[in-house]
């Protein structure tokens, strides 16, 4: 079974700085990969996936994300932050192998942008 | 048009009572998934529907958790004799294409105390 970490729980950076928002996962096989993020008392909502193809995603509002096959990594960009991106990033692999596709996720991270 | 919706979206409860949370989601969205997300966690996984069948119940953690699915539509997760540990945020998400990748489409939650 698939495990998803993301090392850091809270990230505060201030306006206009970047960030990287870092994800890892145990198995190296076919896998499908997601950035979700929830905004105070919303829902998640997708910011970008990786199925296939280049290894470079770009998602909504600015935010990137690279997937690292010899590395099981897919972390999450944007070179200049909003106030506005303060809010919860969840990174969730689904296995490629014909399963089931659920998704696992990680902990969060609480992206904390600081005027 | 109208995302997922889940209701209530506050529910206060005793131990011991039994407590139902509904779901509508996305209409077309054939796949509906249940998660629960306790303070600080990440998302856990309860169940999942194809249509109104539910082909993977394993993240159920006890037997005093049911979920059903009338109509390819409204889903109910129906919690018995609820106990404290139950107290989280219980999230809905729905999928156009079972079976694959797709982007999951979340609504806002219930938020489940226990007192």
Same mark, same amino acid.
């Given at each position: 079974?698939?495990?998803?970490?993301?090392?850091?729980?809270?990230?505060?950076?201030?306006?206009?700085?970047?960030?990287?928002?870092?994800?890892?996962?145990?198995?190296?096989?076919?896998?499908?990969?997601?950035?979700?993020?929830?905004?105070?008392?919303?829902?998640?909502?997708?910011?970008?996936?990786?199925?296939?193809?280049?290894?470079?995603?770009?998602?909504?509002?600015?935010?990137?994300?690279?997937?690292?096959?010899?590395?099981?990594?897919?972390?999450?960009?944007?070179?200049?932050?909003?106030?506005?991106?303060?809010?919860?990033?969840?990174?969730?692999?689904?296995?490629?192998?014909?399963?089931?596709?659920?998704?696992?996720?990680?902990?969060?991270?609480?992206?904390?942008?600081?005027? | 048009?109208?995302?997922?919706?889940?209701?209530?979206?506050?529910?206060?409860?005793?131990?011991?009572?039994?407590?139902?949370?509904?779901?509508?989601?996305?209409?077309?969205?054939?796949?509906?998934?249940?998660?629960? $997300? @306790?303070?600080? !966690?990440?998302?856990?996984?309860?169940?999942?529907?194809?249509?109104?069948? *539910? +082909?993977?119940?394993?993240?159920?953690?006890?037997?005093?958790?049911?979920?059903?699915?009338?109509?390819?539509?409204?889903?109910?997760?129906?919690? $018995? @004799?609820?106990? !404290?540990?139950?107290?989280?945020?219980?999230?809905?998400?729905?999928?156009? *294409? +079972?079976?694959?990748?797709?982007?999951?489409?979340?609504?806002?939650?219930?938020?489940?105390?226990?007192?």
């Amino acid at each position: 079974a698939q495990s998803v970490t993301q090392l850091d729980s809270q990230v505060p950076v201030f306006e206009e700085a970047p960030v990287e928002l870092r994800c890892n996962y145990s198995s190296s096989v076919s896998v499908y990969l997601f950035w979700y993020v929830q905004y105070p008392n919303q829902g998640l909502q997708l910011l970008l996936k990786y199925l296939s193809g280049s290894t470079l995603v770009k998602g909504i509002n600015g935010f990137e994300a690279e997937f690292n096959k010899s590395q099981t990594s897919f972390h999450l960009r944007k070179p200049s932050v909003h106030i506005s991106d303060t809010a919860e990033y969840f990174c969730a692999v689904s296995d490629g192998g014909g399963g089931s596709y659920i998704p696992t996720f990680g902990r969060g991270t609480s992206l904390i942008v600081h005027p | 048009g109208a995302g997922v919706s889940q209701s209530p979206s506050n529910k206060v409860t005793e131990k011991g009572k039994d407590v139902e949370l509904r779901c509508d989601p996305i209409s077309g969205h054939t796949a509906l998934y249940w998660y629960r $997300q @306790r303070l600080g !966690q990440g998302l856990e996984f309860l169940i999942y529907f194809q249509g109104n069948s *539910a +082909p993977d119940k394993s993240g159920l953690p006890s037997d005093r958790f049911s979920a059903e699915r009338t109509g390819e539509s409204v889903s109910t997760l129906t919690i $018995q @004799r609820t106990q !404290q540990e139950d107290s989280a945020v219980y999230l809905c998400a729905s999928s156009f *294409a +079972p079976g694959g990748p797709d982007t999951q489409y979340f609504g806002p939650g219930t938020r489940l105390t226990v007192l």
